[in-house]
């Protein structure tokens, strides 16, 4: 029904950059909120950054000014932009989105399947 299409990890040094996307795809009505969490092992799935459909963002304190999310509403695409990574950087990073499907009358949560960032020290 709703498949979230992620690309763009990948292993970069420190100081580094790269560009994560998330193509959504489906029978989809309208997507409310997108953004980007993160995992490292052992620990819980963190939000890293979200963006609502009318451009507002939000960023947890360790990535602002280093990491800055867009979405692409025609293309129904989230990007996140990672500018200065660090080591502590490195985890697995899931798009996320709330999105209602054409037959559906609420909105539910969807998840891609993750793709692996790595900085290197």
């Known amino acids: 029904q709703v498949q979230l299409v992620e690309s763009g990890g990948g292993l970069v040094q420190a100081g580094g950059s790269l560009r994560l996307s998330c193509a959504a795809s489906g029978i989809i009505a309208n997507i409310n909120t997108m953004g980007w969490y993160r995992q490292c092992p052992g620990k819980q799935r963190e939000l890293v950054a979200a963006i609502t459909s009318g451009g507002s963002t939000n960023y947890t304190d360790s990535v602002k000014g280093r990491f800055t999310i867009s979405r692409d509403n025609a293309k129904r695409t989230v990007y996140l932009q990672m500018n200065s990574l660090k080591p502590e950087d490195t985890a697995v990073y899931y798009c996320?989105?709330?999105?209602?499907?054409?037959?559906?009358?609420?909105?539910?949560?969807?998840w891609g399947q993750g793709t692996r960032v790595t900085v290197s020290s």
């Open positions: 996320h989105a709330n999105l209602r499907l054409y037959y559906g009358l609420r909105y539910s949560d969807y």
